[in-house]
């Protein structure tokens, strides 16, 4: 047989019921139902989201590599996990993640350049510097990342990152779209 063979990895999605603590109005609603259609967020109990919540690192790096998408491929995880930390100064699953060390993992496994010069406002590591850099300038921040009047951006890269950041950041950084699904 000639010709290129492509295979196709698509995932069925579901409509699943909002959560109950997400606004229908909130700037992030669509971030997280993209990614809780996928199965990659969920309830941190019951029918909450609980998007003002932080994240730990454990539970930060789970929902990366599901939207990675290679934790279906169980001979590529021990390596994807190696690519994903590499750099980091320490990982801690149980400790409370930031924004910038986020930014490290999340650069890891997309390897993003900078796609134009960005000026980092506010305290951002060293070690983070290109990660935060690189998904300022590929658009990959939250609703409430704004560039500011002298034209610098203010990652807040100290600050702990919620559910609800970590969810923009993921669907914009892996592109993760669902269709609105009627609810059955």
């Given amino acids: 047989m000639e010709g290129n063979h492509f295979g196709s990895d698509s995932q069925k999605i579901h409509g699943k019921q909002p959560f109950s603590d997400v606004a229908e109005g909130s700037k992030y609603k669509s971030f997280i139902d993209d990614l809780h259609a996928l199965d990659i967020m969920g309830a941190k109990s019951g029918n909450r ?6 994240m730990t690192q454990g539970e930060f790096a789970d929902a990366l590599l599901r939207a990675h998408g290679w934790y279906g491929v169980p001979w590529t995880i021990d390596s994807t996990k190696r690519q994903m930390l590499t750099g980091l100064p320490s990982f801690d699953p149980n400790a409370i993640i930031t924004r910038q060390t986020a930014a490290v993992m999340i650069q890891n496994l997309k390897e993003l350049k900078p796609a134009s010069k960005v000026q980092l406002s506010g305290q951002t590591d060293a070690s983070a510097v290109e990660a ?7 658009g990959v921040i939250d609703p409430d990342t704004t560039v500011q009047a002298d034209g ?3 990652f807040r890269s100290n600050q702990p990152l919620l559910r609800q950041e970590a969810a923009a950041l993921l669907d914009k950084a ?11």
């Fill in 174 to 184: 892996f592109g993760h779209y669902a269709l609105p699904l009627p609810i059955k």
């Fill in 132 to 138: 935060v850099t690189a998904l300022v300038s590929q």
């Fill in 49 to 54: 989201f609980e998007p003002q919540a932080s």
């Fill in 152 to 154: 610098s951006v203010d």
